[in-house]
């Protein structure tokens, strides 16, 4: 399995604010995904970043909100933007499994107020 | 489209009782399916995983998992509980077709509280 590096772990930012997830991997991936986790929730694909290519969005998330960025093959960011209480989640970045699945970094818990 | 459902958003079970812990999915197409168990304040590890060939499948600590198509069912089990099981468990559903984007759906959660 790979490594994932996830910055910040936590943060707690104003309302209004932006706050940039980074996320690194110790190998090189063609998809990295962004999920998040809400307050007592499941988890939910934000979008997939491709590197080279504009981040697809799944329905409900669009790139205002949420500016992703792919500069290489091991690292992604994500970006929550014009942040509300209603933000307030765990973020979590993933890659691939060889054979099936995905592999999570340990996540952002962001706290919104 | 894919969902997932998990029947019982929490569950009790004494330590040393069997832990079963139930999921069913719908999918179009065949599906790959996976167990993924989250402790507290943690990210989410793979417990185990179907994806093809034996429909029984072995994962770590002791769980294992059985695919049942005719059912579209894909329950976890545990022998025995230990106290280090609490924690949150979380199955999902990718296309097999699609299986090199590895986009899940999730279920719900369930929540399972060991008892000594």
């Known amino acids: 399995s790979a490594v994932i590096s996830q910055k910040p772990s936590r943060d707690i930012c104003q309302r209004g604010t932006s706050l940039t997830i980074q996320c690194q991997v110790d190998s090189q991936v063609t998809m990295m995904f962004w999920y998040r986790q809400q307050p007592g929730q499941s988890l939910t694909l934000i979008a997939t970043a491709n590197q080279g290519s504009e981040a697809t969005y799944e329905s409900g998330f669009v790139i205002d909100k949420f500016p992703i960025s792919r500069p290489n093959l091991t690292f992604s960011t994500l970006t929550v933007s014009n942040m509300s209480p209603e933000d307030s989640s765990i973020y979590l970045c993933?890659?691939?499994?060889?054979?099936?699945?995905?592999?999570f970094g340990q996540g952002t818990r962001l706290t919104v107020v | 489209a894919q969902s997932v459902t998990q029947l019982g958003s929490h569950v009790s079970v004494s330590e040393g009782a069997l832990v079963l812990l139930r999921c069913n999915y719908s999918?179009?197409?065949?599906?790959?399916l996976f167990w993924y168990v989250q402790y507290p304040n943690q990210g989410l590890q793979l417990l185990l995983k179907y994806t093809t060939g034996a429909t029984l499948v072995k994962g770590i600590n002791g769980f294992e998992a059985e695919f049942k198509k005719s059912e579209t069912s894909f329950h976890l089990t545990k022998p025995s509980a230990h106290m280090s099981d609490a924690a949150e468990y979380f199955c999902a559903v990718s296309d097999q077709i699609k299986a090199a984007g590895n986009k899940l759906t999730f279920g719900g959660g369930t929540r399972v509280l060991v008892k000594p």
């Open positions: 999918s179009s197409v065949p599906p790959y």
């Open positions: 993933s890659v691939p499994l060889r054979g099936g699945g995905t592999f």
